[in-house]
T-cell receptor, first 113, second 113 residues
């Protein structure tokens, strides 16, 4: 099994719908992140959490919300999806006790029509 | 304001050649500079990283060169192979990893056979 698992891998949804992307990890890392990848724009941080009781907005949090249900689970919600939220979404984890590198999931490709 | 500027956006190199990707940053508080490699359908994976107390770090065919005064760092891939064809992201963070990573926009590398 992958260290960082994202579900679903692909999703098509309609404008205005609420959708949740889920992320779970088996690495025991305390930090979790949600990034969005768009062609030519790189990876942009949406939200991050340094522990279960800590939630922080990133660079592009408008239109998104998150929930850290447990150390191993971090979900991203789009309250009312719009077409410009069509993108590739990545969850990542890290732990300073194990170095500064991030471990990424395989991504969720979201299309809003 | 883009804090990490990456160039070129795309790069084609012949097999056996040297691939060079450059990044520049503005925030002098940055003290950790990793490079990530991403293959299609996969999440980015940590390739190599450097801290500003050294000017160069080499791991196999991959080398990071760091110029603190110019606020620039670069990735060199020696003897480039078709299997190196991927998207490469530079990134930076501050406070010895206690802050989040800021990514460049990425470089699509194609190594022709």
């Amino acid at each position: 099994d992958a260290d960082v698992t994202q579900t679903p891998r692909n999703r098509i949804t309609k404008t205005g719908k609420r959708i949740m992307l889920e992320c779970s990890q088996t690495k025991g890392h305390d930090r979790m992140y949600w990034y969005r990848q768009d062609p030519g724009l790189g990876l942009r941080l949406i939200y991050y959490s340094f522990d279960v009781k800590d939630i922080n907005k990133g660079e592009i949090s408008d239109g998104y919300s998150v929930s850290r249900q447990a150390q191993a689970k971090f979900s991203l919600s789009l309250e009312s999806a719009i077409p410009n939220q069509t993108a590739l979404y990545f969850c990542a984890t890290s732990d300073l006790r194990q170095g500064y590198g991030y471990t990424f999931g395989s991504g969720t490709r979201l299309t809003v029509v | 304001q883009q804090q990490v500027k990456q160039s070129p956006q795309s790069l084609i190199v012949q097999k056996g050649g040297i691939s060079i990707i450059n990044c520049a940053y503005e925030n002098t508080a940055f003290d950790y500079f990793p490079w990530y490699q991403q293959f299609p359908g996969k999440g980015p994976a940590l390739l190599i990283a450097i801290r500003p107390d050294v000017s160069e770090k080499k791991e196999g065919r991959f080398t990071i060169s760091f110029n603190k005064s110019a606020k620039q760092f670069s990735l060199h891939i020696m003897d480039s192979q078709p299997g190196d064809s991927a998207t490469y992201f530079c990134a930076a963070s501050s406070n010895s990893g206690y802050s989040t990573l800021t990514f460049g926009k990425g470089t699509m590398l194609l190594v022709s056979p």
